[in-house]
């Protein structure tokens, strides 16, 4: 009866040592997050003034690194892929074709912290 206290003990001292690591390598995480969002912040304003002086230069800026060039508007274009499966669930003589076309890549779950 004893042993098994113990391990119930053993248990509660790993899982608050599991939680703390938990706790720890979260602050850093959110940490590291806000740092990043800083740096976006500078970068999205340099950029901003790159924009700006490219513009008075009317043309790109190249180094042996690499280069700076201004990028036109464009357009993104996305299919709702639940509609257009429901158009292939509820009319497959009609619209069976599509799920030619449909293609599925695997996305990697990780970690989201907040």
Known sequence: ???VIVKSSKIVETSKSID?????LVDMVRGAQERMSALQ???HDAKDRLRELLVERGSN???DEGYASL???GMRVSYD???????IITDPLRNGWLKD???ESLVRG?????
């Open 101 to 103: 076309y449909r293609k």
């Open 1 to 3: 009866m004893q042993n």
């Open 61 to 63: 800026w190249e180094d």
């Open 110 to 114: 990780g970690v989201k912290v907040k």
């Open 20 to 24: 703390q690591e938990i706790a720890e």
């Open 81 to 87: 892929t639940k509609a257009l499966d429901e158009l």
């Open 71 to 73: 990028v036109s508007d």
């Open 41 to 43: 912040d500078k970068i």
